[in-house]
């Protein structure tokens, strides 16, 4: 079984200052360890990182984020460590080449090779995958958990995207055992005696549009025509967009349902092209589904709540969570940002927990049957229970 145990530091200017103190708060490490760190960007300017991955026995991945929390500190200047350790499991962490800059071949090679080599350090086949994943203009994270998803044949993946403080992430990193890297991604598998489960709440259903649309033109993310009309057209006719254009494009959830009995998914549109298409975070399959959400304070607090009293109902006890909300729900909720971990931080107590926002959220959904479909997701609050 895994249990967690969890750091903090706010020492980002004095690396041995930091160390000390993640290392007291730690204590004493079982050796079969791994470590999954989540700070703001200054950690890596002045050294903090490097220096801190230095003193640690076991494999550490990481990223950047625009705020964290464990159970016993949050904030947005911030260093948050979660260990992760086990005598009946194996943990077989690595990164990838960087993907910047590739094309879509080699960027699936890219993930396969640093999946597969991480694999061959298994005795078996892994039941849990972790991945943290560059935020990209070249690919979207929805088409990089896809080319992992296909490489791992349907083993179960949590995880989500680095991002920073700045509009435009252009100080998101993604680590690996002390060095960061813009367009690498980070993963680690897990083998033995563990069964995550996995718990998802988007949008409160009076958030949602009852007048659903089928998807009737795109091209894998590229979202073209509903109901037969060009997008624009379509979100013109409820008043979201003008011949200009879509105002607050980044606060308007489309809700996708993919079939399979799973419950629809919160995804964004990250830009229009010039044609009115939509470059959207996840897939827009022809014939699918689509509903038009909106985010406010009330419906981000609401549906933290709601994940958080499934994941408190755990029948078989809780020894850690990983927590990735949206990042877009800490803006949505501005200037009172901190609402949301400081209600996390209440309904959850002492568990042991790591709360990192993220740039998009990787996490499992459930369909008929129990069957386990790897999802992307936007504007999401996410959580894996071990």
């Known amino acids: ?88 499991v194996e943990f077989s962490a690595v990164s990838t080449a960087p993907l910047e800059g590739a094309d879509p071949v080699k960027m699936k090679d890219s993930i396969a090779q640093a999946y597969n080599q991480a694999r061959k350090k298994l005795k078996g086949e892994p039941v849990f995958v972790f991945a943290l994943l560059p935020i990209l203009t070249e690919f979207g994270g929805g088409q990089i958990l896809q080319a992992l998803d296909s490489v791992a044949g349907g083993v179960p993946i949590y995880g989500g995207l680095s991002n920073d403080q700045t509009l435009t992430f252009e100080k998101s990193r993604v680590i690996w055992n002390g060095s960061s890297h813009k367009s690498i991604a980070a993963l680690l598998l897990i083998r033995g005696n563990v069964s995550p489960k996995f718990y998802v709440t988007s949008i409160p259903e009076k958030n949602i549009q009852k007048q659903k649309a089928i998807i009737t033109d795109a091209e894998g993310y590229l979202l073209k025509k509903v109901n037969g009309v060009p997008l624009l057209e379509y979100l013109a006719s409820f008043g979201l967009a003008t011949e200009q254009g879509v105002e ?67 029948k078989g006890g809780i020894r850690g969570i990983l927590m990735f909300p949206c990042l877009t729900r800490s803006h949505m909720i501005s200037p009172n940002s901190v609402d949301e971990v400081r209600q996390v931080m209440r309904m959850v107590g002492r568990a042991s927990y790591l709360f990192s926002y993220s740039g998009g959220e990787i996490c499992p959904v459930y369909g008929e049957n129990g069957k386990i479909y790897n999802r992307f997701h936007n504007y999401t609050f996410t959580a894996c229970v071990f």
């Open 1 to 88: 079984m895994i249990e967690m145990r969890n750091a903090c530091t706010f020492e980002v200017d004095d690396p041995e200052a930091a160390v000390d103190e993640v290392l007291a708060r730690l204590g004493e490490i079982p050796k079969n360890s791994v470590g999954i760190l989540t700070c703001y960007t200054e950690y890596i300017d002045t050294g903090v990182v490097e220096e801190l991955c230095k003193h640690l026995p076991f494999n550490v991945l990481g990223c950047t984020v625009l705020s964290s929390s464990t159970e016993s500190e949050h904030g947005e200047e911030i260093l948050s460590l979660a260990v992760l350790s086990g005598d009946d």
């Open 248 to 314: 607050a494009l980044s606060s308007l959830p489309l809700l996708v349902d993919y079939g399979g009995g799973t419950k629809p998914v919160a995804l964004g549109m990250y830009w229009m092209t010039p044609e009115g298409y939509a470059v959207c975070g996840g897939e827009m399959p022809v014939g699918a589904t689509l509903a038009i959400g909106s985010i406010d304070y009330d419906g981000i607090l609401s549906t933290a709540k709601t994940t958080l009293e499934s994941v408190l109902q755990e």
